[in-house]
């Protein structure tokens, strides 16, 4: 079927993780008096990995978790697939990945993604449109020669395509470039966009999956870190006026206090644009700004098993498929020959506004309704046999699914990142340049971009630290890109 890069799955979607982040403090709380070294808010991927990098270099840690699981935007569901089923994030991205250590580290396997997501396009009125590479190579060689030619300001990318005259279906079809971010081509800005279509035509060689789920990895991080994690603590406020900051938790009415010498903050976007935790002092304008304009996508996702592999056959004869725009894609989540007949769809975008707005129930309705309107032979309703509805917009964890760029916001993920008087630390996906950040190795990288950040201001010696993968194994940070066996890069 060919490679499924990042670009080629994101037509069909994927939900680039990083940490589910706002917070609540457990009952099990440390004493008041006790002052720890580093309080992380979020564990998420790089609220996990700051705290196995601290710990290992003899940092007193604790980590505030507000829901009842370590994770954050990782979440394999276990059953009705034993072999894992994402309704999260979804791969590895490439064989440079860096969280290929944890990989090797855990002794997980994996498998490479080469085919069998989307296939087709079904368009109203003339039903499914299989994949033309030759049209797509010519449209695709057309869009780059217009990046190159243009000198203008950073408009949105809806703008540019129409601009440059793309017809309706030709837009359609290029709306990945845009969709990447679980945004609308009208909301991202046009800079961002060429940046990172550039950037991961250089850094991705090839896509994995984690047999059995990106909850192997999650569990055992959070397994690792034991006790410093308290889970279900939602942090309502960070003073950081005096020497050190003083977390304010809730947990089902019992307020508790952690007090810390720094912070790292891996709160989502979307939580910290809520105003969630109120900061005092409050955060200053350079870095209120960093978070305005880095706003987060919108992603649902729903999974469904069926008792019959009805989109395989004809009429039909698809892998997968997407519609409405490419907002809208559906493909067979399990491995080949495991798991019953099962689609997933992941919608991004306004339609996955709209789902949300639906609740649970009627945006189960609605996606069966998108089906049998592109198979309208297939009984669809009357073949479900489980589903599930994942709704990543109405978390109040994260409150959508990873951070996209707006016109003009060129450069604020480095200022997102960047500390404030050694006292508060920020970390996740959007504080990675691309093309790194709305991935889970991206949150990783800030995880230990903060910890070595903190480590540096305390006089200590990071070398060892950058050498080696969080938690201290004797293993390269990145997979070499060169063999690839079963198991994935080695």
Same mark, same amino acid.
């Given at each position: 079927m060919g490679l499924v890069t990042r670009r080629a799955f994101l037509n069909t979607a994927a939900l680039a993780g990083a940490g589910t982040f706002a917070l609540r403090c457990g009952r099990a709380a440390a004493p008041a008096a006790r002052i720890h070294d580093v309080a992380i808010l979020g564990a998420g991927m790089a609220g996990l990995t700051a705290a196995r990098?601290?710990?290992?270099?003899?940092?007193?840690?604790?980590?505030?978790?507000?829901?009842?699981?370590?994770g954050g935007r990782m979440q394999s569901l276990k059953d009705p697939a034993p072999h894992g089923l994402e309704i999260g994030a979804q791969m590895i991205h490439g064989s440079r990945a860096t969280t290929w250590s944890l990989v090797h580290e855990f002794g997980l396997k994996t498998r490479p993604l080469e085919g069998g997501w989307s296939t087709a396009r079904w368009v109203p009125g003339r039903g499914f449109q299989k994949s033309d590479p030759a049209l797509r190579d010519r449209l695709l060689r057309r869009l780059q020669e217009a990046y190159g030619a243009y000198r203008g300001d950073d408009i949105? #990318?809806?703008?540019?395509?129409?601009?440059?005259?793309?017809?309706?279906?030709?837009?359609?079809?290029?709306?990945?470039? *845009?969709?990447?971010?679980? *945004?609308?081509?009208?909301?991202?800005?046009?800079? *961002?966009?060429?940046?990172?279509?550039?950037?991961?035509?250089? #850094?991705?060689?090839?896509?994995? +999956?984690?047999?059995g789920g990106y909850r192997q990895l999650y569990e055992r991080m959070g397994a690792d870190a034991g006790e410093r994690v308290r889970l279900k603590s939602l942090v309502k406020a960070v003073d950081w006026s005096g020497d050190g900051v003083q977390i304010t938790c809730d947990r089902e009415g019992?307020?508790?206090?952690?007090?810390?010498? &720094? =912070?790292?903050?891996?709160?989502?976007?979307?939580v910290l644009q809520s105003g969630q935790p109120v900061f005092n002092p409050a955060l200053p304008g350079w870095k209120r700004r960093a978070i305005d304009v880095l706003p987060m996508g919108r992603v649902v996702v729903v999974s469904l098993l069926f008792d019959d592999w009805f989109w395989h056959q004809p009429p039909y004869g698809v892998q997968g498929w997407s519609m409405r725009g490419g907002r809208v894609s559906f493909w067979d989540p399990h491995p080949p020959g495991k798991g019953m007949p099962g689609l997933q769809g992941w919608i991004t975008g306004r339609p996955a506004q709209?789902?949300?707005?639906?609740? !649970?129930?009627? =945006?189960? !309705?609605?996606?069966?309704?998108?089906?049998?309107?592109?198979?309208?032979?297939?009984?669809?309703?009357?073949?479900? !046999?489980?589903?599930?509805?994942?709704?990543?917009?109405?978390?109040?964890?994260?409150?959508?699914?990873?951070?996209?760029? &707006?016109?003009?916001?060129?450069? !604020?993920?480095?200022?997102?990142?960047?500390?404030?008087?050694?006292?508060?630390?920020?970390?996740?996906? =959007?504080?990675?340049?691309?093309?790194?950040? +709305?991935?889970?190795?991206? *949150?990783?990288?800030?995880?230990?971009?903060?910890?070595?950040?903190?480590l540096a201001a305390l006089g200590m010696d990071v070398t060892a630290l950058l050498r080696a993968p969080a938690g201290g194994a004797a293993a390269s940070l990145t997979a070499p890109a060169g063999a690839v066996s079963a198991a994935g890069p080695a």
């Open positions: 990098d601290l710990a290992h270099a003899g940092l007193g840690i604790v980590v505030l978790e507000a829901s009842d699981r370590v949105t #990318y809806q703008q540019f395509l129409d601009d440059h005259k793309f017809t309706a279906d030709e837009k359609d079809m290029l709306a990945y470039a *845009a969709l990447t971010w679980s *945004a609308e081509p009208d909301e991202v800005s046009l800079q *961002a966009a060429m940046e990172d279509e550039a950037a991961w035509d250089t #850094y991705v060689d090839m896509n994995y +999956q984690i047999m019992t307020t508790d206090t952690v007090r810390a010498r &720094r =912070a790292i903050i891996t709160l989502p976007i979307g709209e789902l949300s707005d639906l609740g !649970q129930d009627g =945006a189960l !309705q609605k996606v069966l309704e998108w089906i049998e309107e592109a198979c309208p032979k297939s009984s669809a309703r009357k073949r479900l !046999q489980w589903s599930h509805v994942r709704d990543w917009v109405r978390d109040p964890f994260t409150l959508g699914s990873y951070s996209y760029t &707006r016109p003009g916001a060129g450069g !604020q993920r480095a200022v997102l990142a960047t500390p404030i008087q050694d006292r508060l630390y920020f970390a996740g996906e =959007a504080t990675e340049p691309a093309p790194h950040y +709305q991935t889970v190795h991206g *949150a990783y990288n800030s995880g230990r971009r903060t910890a070595r950040e903190i």
